[in-house]
């Protein structure tokens, strides 16, 4: 099954998206793109949250 997600699905404005097999995989990919074009460190335990809330099967 494949996963897909987007940074407009948490809100931000911002029009890139991903998708990965796995939800692990995909919140490597998340945290690089946070980390590159949106100057997260690390991301918030709530944000995190509403990441895997926001991860869509397709
Ligand atoms: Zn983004």
């Excluded at 074009?37 to 949250?49: K, N, R, T, V």
């Amino acid at each position: 099954m494949t996963k897909s997600f987007g940074c407009q699905d948490v809100g931000v404005d911002c029009n890139w998206t991903t998708t990965a097999d796995s939800e692990e995989e995909m919140m490597e990919k998340i945290k690089e793109h946070a980390k590159n074009h949106h100057g997260f460190s690390e991301i918030p335990s709530d944000l995190a949250e509403k990441i895997k809330n926001a991860i869509k099967d397709r």
